[in-house]
């Protein structure tokens, strides 16, 4: 079967770094998304890797690891706005997008 | 970047109704996707809205059910039919262009059954 591990949630404090985990199991892999989502909002886009490494965009990094089926997401300089879920997502051979349960980050002051 | 909009933003329905929830795009996208959010989870693929033909629905979910609607490249709508309060959920729109690597989400539909 197809899996995606995430943890349920973490807790970190303002102005520090968090690293969100997410490991695969999918039937070939075509990409991996990271998203955030804010209570009773849809989720918006984060960033994508398909390739091994570390993507930087401002305060988040993504890294991919696809012989290990790891990624995980990396948050700096964190903010009280930064409380969400963040939701990892691959997308397998057939083109179908795998979600993950989705992490939720507690930021406390 | 393309900008979804869903209609409408929530709504309170009675048991063994029926809503259709509208979405449309600002540009033309490839693929166009329904999903459901129960409170506390991940999103579930309903179904993939094809254009021109028959939506391709997920294991578990079936066209009498949630029938689609997509006419064109911009617009789709989903139907819950003979709703009951277990379809309370988020229902959200999803599309991405020519690339994979662009995804978008709509501001989601909040259901809620009595």
């Known amino acids: 079967g197809q899996n995606i591990d995430q943890p349920t949630e973490m807790t970190a404090t303002e102005g520090a770094i968090v690293q969100i985990n997410c490991t695969y199991q999918?039937?070939?892999?075509?990409?991996l998304f990271w998203y955030q989502q804010h209570a009773g909002e849809a989720p918006t886009f984060l960033s994508y890797?398909?390739l091994d490494g570390l993507e930087e965009k401002g305060r988040f990094s993504s890294f991919l690891s696809r012989s290990k089926g790891y990624s995980y997401l990396l948050l700096k300089e964190l903010q009280m706005k930064d409380s969400a879920s963040y939701l990892c997502?691959?997308?397998?051979?057939?083109?179908?997008?795998?979600w993950g349960a989705g992490t939720k980050l507690i930021i406390k002051p | 970047s393309a900008v979804i909009s869903q209609k409408p933003s929530r709504d309170i329905c009675q048991r063994g109704t029926s809503l259709t929830i509208q979405c449309q795009v600002d540009?033309?996208?490839?693929?166009m996707f329904w999903y459901r959010q129960q409170p506390g989870q991940s999103l579930t693929l309903i179904a993939t809205?094809?254009?021109?033909?028959?939506?391709?629905?997920e294991s578990g979910f079936v066209i009498d059910k949630f029938p689609i609607s997509r006419p064109n490249l911009t617009f789709s709508t989903l139907t819950v039919s003979n709703m009951s309060p277990e379809d309370s959920s988020i229902y959200l729109c999803?599309?991405?262009?020519?690339?994979?690597?662009?995804?978008?989400f709509g501001p989601g539909t909040r259901l809620t059954v009595l």
């Open positions: 999803s599309a991405h262009g020519t690339e994979w690597n662009e995804q978008f």
């Open positions: 809205a094809n254009q021109g033909s028959e939506a391709t629905y």
């Open positions: 999918t039937s070939g892999f075509n990409g």
């Open positions: 890797n398909v």
């Open positions: 540009s033309q996208v490839t693929m």
């Open positions: 997502a691959v997308i397998d051979s057939n083109y179908q997008l795998i």
